[in-house]
């Protein structure tokens, strides 16, 4: 628990708060913090708890049963890291690059999985679809047992494409030849055509249905067993070693939200808001 000394070095340093989510609303991630995630059922035949995958493409990948959210990892797994990200927000590119690697991480070690919910209100604000179109191929990508390893392949890239012309189809495809055995008939027909529309659609819905702003928490909203990592501690989600003790912690220990980390994130909270 060496979380509280390391945030007040960064308070010191004043660093919290220099980053800013995305929002449909506005420059910065606004609204109340999502309601607790509902614990999912595992699927009949998880396999016990401590299983451990050598590597991302032996990761389990499903559709929920809510038919928007996807989960990776041990379904049995008794910890849930959930993400909600609009593919064309850079702030979900830091996050992707910094604190969730160390997500990813756990989530090999099997005790931990992680959800995820897409959103594409940045297509609104900045013009195109390529939020819309990227939703749909990382839909078509679960189809192909593929998702974790495209998933990984449009953050890496996320930067470059949207400077050259956004989530096109033709480069959803390009991208798509960065992961083995991903390229088909089917998969390239579904991009292309945007087969996945009314998912791309309900996903959109239910992240504006996160929370208490009728136009969702703001991208990206990290939400580790139904606990929202935002406000004072929101900067966690960009370090890799703050984020891995945290996820830990309340994997191990439940009762530390309560007792350290909610009380951390409010205080901290409340100071920024101080003239």
């Not at 939200?257 to 951390?264: A, C, G, I, R, T």
Request: glycine fraction near 10%; hydrophobic fraction near 35%.
């Amino acid at each position: 628990m060496h979380i509280r000394t390391t945030v007040q070095a960064v308070i010191a340093a004043g660093l919290v708060g220099i980053i800013a989510g995305c929002a449909p609303g506005g420059p910065e991630a606004g609204g109340a913090a999502p309601d607790a995630q509902k614990p999912k059922k595992a699927r009949p035949g998880a396999g016990a708890e401590k299983v451990r995958y050598a590597s991302a493409e032996r990761l389990p990948e499903r559709i929920a049963s809510d038919g928007t959210t996807i989960e990776v990892g041990n379904p049995a797994a008794r910890s849930t890291v959930h993400a909600y990200e609009d593919p064309r927000c850079p702030v979900v590119e830091m996050y992707e690059r910094t604190g969730a690697g160390a997500v990813h991480k756990l989530v090999l070690g099997g005790e931990i999985k992680t959800e995820y919910t897409f959103a594409s209100f940045k297509d609104d604000r900045l013009g195109g679809n390529g939020s819309k179109r990227a939703v749909n191929a990382l839909r078509a990508a679960l189809e192909k047992g593929k998702f974790v390893e495209y998933h990984a392949v449009i953050f890496k890239n996320q930067a470059a494409v949207e400077s050259s012309g956004g989530f096109t189809a033709q480069r959803l495809l390009k991208l798509a030849d960065k992961v083995p055995g991903l390229r088909g008939e089917a998969f390239d027909r579904a991009v292309r055509t945007m087969k996945y529309r009314s998912f791309v659609t309900a996903s959109q819905q239910a992240y504006q249905q996160t929370g208490d702003d009728p136009i969702g928490p703001g991208t990206p909203t990290v939400v580790v067993n139904g606990h929202t990592i935002n406000n004072g501690l929101w900067h966690v989600n960009f370090d890799p070693s703050l984020l891995r003790s945290l996820v830990t912690d309340l994997h191990d220990s439940p009762g530390l939200w309560d007792l350290v980390y909610k009380p951390y994130r409010d205080e901290v909270q409340d100071e920024s808001l101080e003239p």
